[in-house]
């Protein structure tokens, strides 16, 4: 029996809905810092440099819809760990991230 919550997206787009990709934001995002340290020796990328490099590794004909600033911005503060500032990653000035440190003592 086929799965009853799969369509095509001509059927999506009668219907106006829109099934939830496969992929994951957040492993993209880190991704993206993984490609900028490996092959460009950067650790700290402003919010215009991701949202540039998620357009181009991501999006069509990659499957992932187009995000935009502000939602790649709102993704960013809820992995800094929103106000709590405890999540995988950390600002160095305003707009500028880098993955955190992890504590090495233990």
Do not use: C
Not at 14 to 23: C, F, G, S, T
Not at 40 to 54: M, Q, R, S
């Amino acid at each position: 029996m086929a799965n009853i919550f799969e369509t095509t997206k001509e059927i999506q787009k009668k219907l106006n809905v829109k099934v939830k990709a496969e992929r994951n934001m957040t492993e993209e995002i880190l991704e993206i810092f993984r490609v900028a340290k490996d092959k460009f020796n950067k650790t700290e990328l402003t919010v215009d440099e991701i949202t540039i490099a998620y357009y181009n590794m991501f999006t069509e004909p990659n499957g992932a819809p187009i995000r935009n600033k502000k939602a790649i911005s709102m993704k960013l503060f809820l992995m800094k760990g929103g106000a709590k500032d405890n999540g995988i990653l950390e600002t160095t000035s305003k707009g500028v991230y880098r993955i955190r440190k992890q504590d090495t003592d233990n």
